[in-house]
């Protein structure tokens, strides 16, 4: 049984749950758009950048060395600033800081389709990086005071969770398809209409009572930037070595004010992270569980990408396109699972998913450098999306429910802080894995390559592919360690019955 006997879940307001200010239940399909509109934008920009960048390093002469900042910055004001904003819409409105952050997401995507330079439009990505960690924990906090509890929320919680998996491959088809045919600034531009039609749309979310008390400014100092210090090691760590001074430093800093905000958190009477979130074995588990998911998911994308690409020859359009069963799958998983969760325990979904999972990374650890889209990477992007789709919803659910009213804003940022620092870890410790084992094969593989592309050297460019593909396929063994330790910590920790996922009010049900 959960240690954590004394949280319960704040009732569902009578007046306003599940009702939107035009009256009733009409328009929960218009607030549903919104909250999965907004979260694909969130989600798609972590994508959307990567094909385009060749093409705005030549027409911003961007330096190597900045290159990567204008996909990381993203990534560090995202998830370095996703506790103070789930704690702000607690305390300040959880639709009015979705609006805000929607906001700015739209006009720092302004700034950076219309950047002259590299300064400007790196400084764009930390704005919308700023946007989005204000907007996503507000959106799946405004679940549960938009949607009534059980299956209309089953509901929203599966189309939500499906944006997770759906946007990065739609990031990743829309960023070649806007770059090859239109302009890479146009990665940017496209978030305008989106996030225009979704602020219009925001007339329909209900607004939940505000939490008391004061924003914990001392937590909000050292848990930014320790989080900040941490995601910027790992990505300095995945990118200069581990034993790199910077990141190393930047380890001992996040180490030193993490642990200085987990006691001003214990101290303080109005903490910005309550410790008593982490009381209920099933919570902490979710949160474990999606930081191994992040791991694992958002380096395949990565090191896919790179094979499609490098050894097979895609072009980015057709490398978009190819990432289609992803979503497909992924949408299709989210939807049943959002459906069994209202009949089986948590774990009974996403355990069996995870393990799903692993054997789709298994699969693609096979891969040679002839494989077939048809035959052996279509098949395996299907199998791995299901898996991971069927343990979204769960985790999702599991992060927020039995949750006292004034904590779902912190508790929805700490589900997504954990997927964005998994993923950012995973793509560090794996990049290192799979260059250390192309390595291997052929020093300096990836140089290798584009030498023998260049001289048309057959034999080079063999030798190279198989190195290469090489170092993939053992970063996809390592995926699947990654879906597996999900597995073992949701078979451990994950023991809410179903009924927490349909119920609302009442101490959680803990079996």
């Given amino acids: 049984m959960s240690a954590d006997t004394t949280t319960t879940a704040a009732p569902a307001r009578p007046e306003t749950a599940g009702k939107s200010p035009g009256g009733g239940g009409r328009h929960l399909g218009l607030a549903l758009f919104v909250i999965a509109a907004a979260q694909l934008m969130v989600v798609l920009d972590a994508t959307i950048t990567n094909i385009a960048l060749p093409s705005i390093q030549t027409d911003l002469a961007v330096s190597d060395g900045n290159l990567a900042w ?54 764009a990505r930390v704005l919308q990086g700023v946007g989005a960690a204000m907007a996503a924990p507000s959106a799946l906090a405004l679940i549960t005071t938009t949607f009534p509890a ?31 045919v239109l302009d890479w600034r146009w990665v940017f531009f496209v978030n305008i209409p989106i996030g225009l039609a979704v602020l219009a749309g925001t007339r329909t979310l209900v607004e939940a009572d505000r939490s008391p008390g004061r924003l914990d400014v001392p937590g909000a100092i050292t848990g930014t930037g320790g989080l900040i210090a941490l995601v910027y090691g790992i990505t300095r760590g995945g990118d200069h070595g581990w034993t ?6 930047s380890f001992a800093s996040a180490a030193v004010l993490l ?41 395949t994308f990565y090191f896919l990408t790179l094979y499609m690409q490098l050894i097979l020859g895609y072009s980015p359009v057709r490398t978009g396109f190819a990432y289609l069963p ?19 325990a948590p774990r009974l979904i996403a355990g069996p998913g995870l393990a799903v999972a692993a054997a789709g990374m298994v699969w693609f650890s096979t891969l040679e ?45 700490l589900l997504n802080t954990a997927q964005q620092v998994g993923g950012a870890l995973g793509l560090a410790v794996m990049s290192t894995l799979s260059t250390s084992a192309a390595t291997d ?38 995926a699947a360690v990654m879906f597996l330790a999900g597995l073992a910590v949701t078979a451990f920790a994950i023991n809410a019955r179903k009924q927490q996922h349909g119920e609302e009010a009442g101490p959680a049900h803990m079996g």
């Fill in 244 to 249: 790199d001074g910077p990141a190393l430093g």
């Fill in 369 to 413: 450098p002839d494989s077939s889209y048809a035959g052996q990477l279509m098949p395996a992007m299907f199998v791995t999306a299901l898996g991971l789709g069927m343990g979204f919803v769960p985790m999702t659910l599991g992060a927020v429910s039995g949750v006292r009213h004034e904590d779902t804003g912190i508790a929805s940022a």
């Fill in 150 to 180: 059980g299956r209309a929320r089953n509901t929203a919680m599966g189309v939500y969770a499906a944006m997770g998996g759906v946007g990065a491959t739609v990031g990743l088809l829309l960023g070649g398809t806007l770059t090859d």
């Fill in 441 to 478: 094969r052929l020093p300096g593989a990836a140089a290798a390559l584009y030498r023998g592309l260049a001289t048309h050297d057959a034999a080079l460019v063999a030798r190279a592919g198989e190195a290469l593909t090489h170092g993939y396929t053992r970063a996809f063994a390592a």
């Fill in 70 to 123: 204008i996909v990381n910055a993203y990534a560090l004001a995202f998830g370095g600033l996703l506790l103070l904003g789930g704690r702000a819409g607690d305390l300040f409105g959880r639709r009015r800081m979705f609006r805000t952050g929607i906001a700015v997401f739209t006009v720092a995507s302004v700034l950076g389709g219309l950047a002259p330079g590299e300064g400007l439009l790196i400084g």
């Fill in 259 to 299: 642990a200085a905000f987990l006691l001003v958190q214990a101290r303080t009477g109005h903490p910005m992270m309550p410790l008593r979130l982490f009381r209920d074995r099933s919570r902490w588990g979710s949160y474990a569980t999606m930081l191994c998911i992040g791991a694992g998911m958002f380096a």
């Fill in 326 to 344: 992803f979503s497909f799958g992924m949408a299709l998983a989210a939807g049943l699972s959002s459906k069994l969760v209202a009949h089986l």
